[in-house]
């Protein structure tokens, strides 16, 4: 199983600040996704990056995949107490996902 | 469609016990998964299935067992509970190809004590 590490563990932001999340492996992957969860509920996909040096904008969020394949960032611009949540990446191997331990963020009102 | 459901939504057992938790999803999907999410650990991979008849183990199986006699059904049974099981737990699926994106249930919150 490859390892993703996602830094900071935690994150805990006022509304209208940016924040950025990293998600770092020593193994090259064919793509790379991030998913946000809610308490109580499952992962939802935010978005999938495939070649390296991508970078994908949903709304106020930009996704960056590394040159190398091995690492991506989340970034969010002005963000919202809706932008609370847990934020997994995980990168594709065969048939399966590994996900990264995730990065919780607070955004307070 | 109501994507992918999993029941119970919650349950508590006692050491010993056996019970298995059920996933369905009406999508069609050919590929599903079980992980089990614990505090600070992310998801790990319990089983997955590339199709009816197919299943393979994950990173952490010991403990668990699967079937996969339907395309939309894929039942994880727990026979022997122990506190280590103690987890949410999701099931996953997709289809075949693209690039791996996975639809989750909601989750069952299994507490063994």
């Known amino acids: 199983t490859q390892l993703l590490e996602q830094s900071p563990q935690f994150l805990s932001i006022q509304e209208g600040e940016n924040l950025t999340v990293y998600c770092n492996s020593s193994?090259?992957?064919?793509?790379l996704q991030w998913y946000r969860q809610e308490p109580g509920e499952g992962p939802v996909l935010l978005v999938t990056?495939?070649?390296?040096?991508e970078v994908k904008k949903l709304k106020r969020l930009t996704f960056q995949f590394g040159d190398a394949r091995k690492d991506s960032s989340l970034h969010i611009t002005a963000a919202q107490p809706g932008d609370t949540g847990l934020y997994l990446c995980?990168?594709?191997?065969?048939?399966?996902?590994?996900f990264g331990a995730g990065t919780t963020v607070t955004v307070r009102a | 469609n109501a994507g992918v459901t999993q029941t119970p939504k919650f349950r508590i057992l006692k050491i010993g016990q056996s019970m298995t938790l059920q996933c369905t999803q009406d999508?069609?999907?050919?590929?599903m998964y079980w992980y089990r999410q614990d505090p600070g650990m992310g998801l790990k991979l319990i089983y997955y299935?590339?199709?009816?008849?197919?299943?393979d183990k994950g990173e952490v199986p010991n403990g668990y067992n699967v079937s996969r006699s339907t395309t939309e059904d894929f039942p994880l049974r727990l026979e022997l509970a122990a506190p280590s099981q103690t987890s949410v737990y999701f099931c996953?699926?997709?289809?075949?190809?693209?690039?791996?994106?996975?639809?989750f249930g909601p989750g069952t919150r299994l507490t063994v004590t």
């Open positions: 996953a699926s997709r289809l075949a190809g693209g690039f791996y994106e996975q639809y």
């Open positions: 193994s090259v992957f064919s793509s």
């Open positions: 990056v495939v070649t390296g040096g």
């Open positions: 995980a990168g594709a191997e065969d048939y399966k996902l590994s």
């Open positions: 999508m069609n999907h050919n590929y």
């Open positions: 299935s590339v199709g009816a008849g197919i299943t």
